[in-house]
């Protein structure tokens, strides 16, 4: 066990509607990120929070965003779903050098 | 942009041989890391390398990373049924964004 979690387990949703993926680290891990992980692919960074704030961003648009909260959980929210956006969505919070992935969320988009 | 490559994608092992993938980067790494996903689960940390030529073992498991810290490699020996699986490598650079590997999916032949 990682002390990650993230819920929901599994999401079904329709083109162009909004979710909201929620993820609880370790206490004391100041760092999360989030990653979206397409079926027989290698996870891809979406972004990173320390501290409550966004310090690095990958290759998505500006409807992928985050809040990280002083509890140590976070959230990722995808505004006008597509497609494509279906995924297996991972977080994953980081204790020196070493990073722990929750279970992730398996968003469906119909 | 900055890319890691991953081969082979595929590595059929008969049980008791070895095996080795490797991880190349367009670009130089402040760090590597490689991690382990069984089916159906998350990927899982095995270690980080940080220093040019640096060389780590976990048991049957030697990991490198190269002199321009641009490519990694993962030696398994005596490969086991246990070692079945999907291992990634993800490298960082120092705008803290990861970036994935396609990875190596391994099955072994009893």
């Known amino acids: 066990e990682t002390g990650v979690t993230q819920s929901p387990t599994h999401l079904i949703k329709t083109r162009g509607q909004q979710v909201t993926l929620r993820c609880s680290s370790q206490?004391?891990?100041?760092?999360v990120s989030w990653y979206q992980q397409a079926l027989g692919q290698g996870p891809q960074f979406i972004f990173q929070y320390y501290r409550e704030e966004e310090n690095g961003r990958g290759n998505f648009p500006p409807r992928f965003s985050g809040l990280q909260f002083p509890n140590y959980s976070s959230e990722l929210n995808v505004n006008a779903l597509e497609l494509d956006d279906s995924a297996l969505y991972l977080c994953?919070?980081?204790?020196?050098?070493?990073?722990?992935f929750g279970p992730g969320t398996r968003l469906t988009v119909l | 942009g900055q890319q890691v490559m991953q081969i082979p994608q595929y590595q059929h092992v008969q049980e008791g041989e070895d095996f080795t993938t490797y991880c190349n980067s367009s670009t130089t790494l402040s760090n590597i890391q490689w991690y382990k996903q069984r089916p159906g689960g998350h990927p899982v940390f095995l270690i980080q390398?940080?220093?040019?030529?640096e060389v780590k073992k976990q048991k049957r498991l030697t990991f490198q990373f190269g002199e321009a810290k641009k490519n990694s490699s993962l030696h398994i020996t005596a490969t086991q049924t246990t070692d079945v699986g999907t291992y990634f490598c993800a490298g960082e650079h120092n705008d803290y964004k990861l970036s994935f590997g396609a990875g190596t999916t391994v099955t072994v032949r009893a």
């Open positions: 390398l940080v220093k040019s030529g």
């Open positions: 994953a919070s980081r204790a020196y050098n070493e990073q722990f």
């Open positions: 206490s004391g891990h100041n760092t």
